[in-house]
């Protein structure tokens, strides 16, 4: 249980959970998580029969790895010290857990078979944010749960020890469902019913939109596919289409694509461009970091695309755009360096300039991804 100030409910969470424990048999202990509570938590919690583990580190994700990391037992439960939790549930989880799963997660929305008592959750996060960014969570990484904030669940220390876990504030609870779900673990939902809030001396820890936006920012880098490959792909879908039509200076209906048509064309190649690099560098790091579990499929593209062959790529686009350039200079000294016929001109010189931009990008791109693969010892 992670603490910080809970004298109000510290004590009810602990008798709950030991008497649970031992009306079902199952040999364990209760573990408070202090994050540096002014009040009596400390004392309060010893005082009902809890081991109470300092946490210097401050935050959420912090205070549960400090108390994960100090239980002793091969299957840990965490749930919130506020008494919004029924650790009468317990045994449900640990049943699971015994069973074989790998991580159980605790469902309070109706859409799991789970159950809010009235007060006990904001109608924002009832009806909009939990099921919104629980079904974000099904859909980009395959996550089998109705609601992800849910913060009593069960695990093997086994899977815990394997997530090498980072984030120390509430995006704990998300990153320890999205990195178990690329994992392959086995994932189970067990329904459970959500209490008001028991605190009386202070508001709740969570805050609905900057919490709300850390969820979002950690799904988005969890998942540089939809970051940056995906908007990439489309602006060099949009920057080709642009060249198509802009080209050969066509006219469809009313409207004639020229060349400011193709330097908008170009900064869409070039944007989209980078951010397809920057998808396989960010891929490629948290890979190589422990953020993200192993991708075959990034294997497989450094095997196409090696440093030598992207050298080659960028070398022969940048010697392609710098003809194209000393075509255009030519063709300027041939008239005195005298006004040219811009229509005309810009045809070569844009092009040119993005290919020489494009074989720039490349090379460095390249150099860049190999010094990211390098192991350390």
């Not at 079904?135 to 109705?146: D, E, G, K, N």
């Not at 609905?208 to 979002?216: M, V």
């Not at 095997?303 to 030519?330: D, K, P, Q, W």
Request: hydrophobic residues 45%; aromatic residues 8%; positive net charge.
């Amino acid at each position: 249980m992670p603490c910080l100030n809970e004298a109000d409910t510290v004590a009810t969470c602990v008798r709950k959970a030991r008497t649970a424990m031992e009306s079902a048999g199952i040999v364990g202990e209760v573990v408070v998580a202090d994050n540096g509570s002014s009040d009596d938590s400390i004392a309060i919690a010893r005082a009902a029969g809890a081991r109470v583990v300092p946490v210097a580190d401050k935050g959420y994700g912090a205070a549960l790895m400090g108390g994960i990391t100090a239980a002793r037992g091969r299957f840990v439960i965490m749930g919130d010290a506020d008494d919004s939790y029924d650790f009468s549930e317990v045994p449900k989880f640990v049943s699971r857990l015994r069973d074989g799963e790998d991580l159980v997660q605790g469902c309070r929305l109706a859409s799991g078979g789970g159950r809010v008592l009235p007060g006990a959750m904001p109608r924002l996060h009832r009806w909009l944010g939990n099921p919104l960014f629980s079904r974000v969570a099904r859909r980009w990484f395959r996550a089998p749960v109705h609601d992800i904030y849910c913060g009593l669940r069960g695990f093997t220390k086994t899977l815990y020890e394997g997530l090498d876990q980072r984030c120390t504030g509430m995006e704990f609870a998300t990153e320890m469902i999205i990195k178990a779900s690329l994992a392959g673990a086995r994932i189970g939902e067990v329904p459970i019913t959500l209490h008001p809030d028991g605190r009386k001396s202070h508001p709740p820890h969570l805050k609905t939109f900057r919490d709300g936006w850390r969820t979002l920012r950690f799904f988005l880098m969890c998942s540089p596919r939809r970051l940056f490959l995906l908007p990439g792909l489309v602006l060099i879908a949009l920057g080709i289409a642009g060249y198509t039509v802009a080209m050969p200076g066509m006219t469809i209906g009313r409207m004639t694509f020229d060349a400011h048509t193709l330097l908008f064309a170009s900064l869409a190649v070039i944007c989209g461009s980078q951010s397809v690099f920057f998808a396989a560098i960010a891929k490629t790091f948290a890979i190589t970091e422990g953020v993200l579990p192993h991708d075959p499929r990034v294997q497989r593209f450094s095997r196409l695309l090696t440093l030598e062959r992207g050298l080659l790529l960028g070398i022969a686009a940048g010697l392609v755009g710098g003809v194209m350039l000393l075509a255009a200079f030519s063709e300027w000294r041939a008239s005195g360096f005298g006004r040219l016929d811009y229509a005309a001109t810009m045809r070569v010189v844009v092009p040119g300039v993005t290919l020489a931009v494009l074989g720039y990008q490349m090379i460095l791109g390249c150099f860049f991804m190999s010094l990211l693969t390098m192991r350390r010892r």
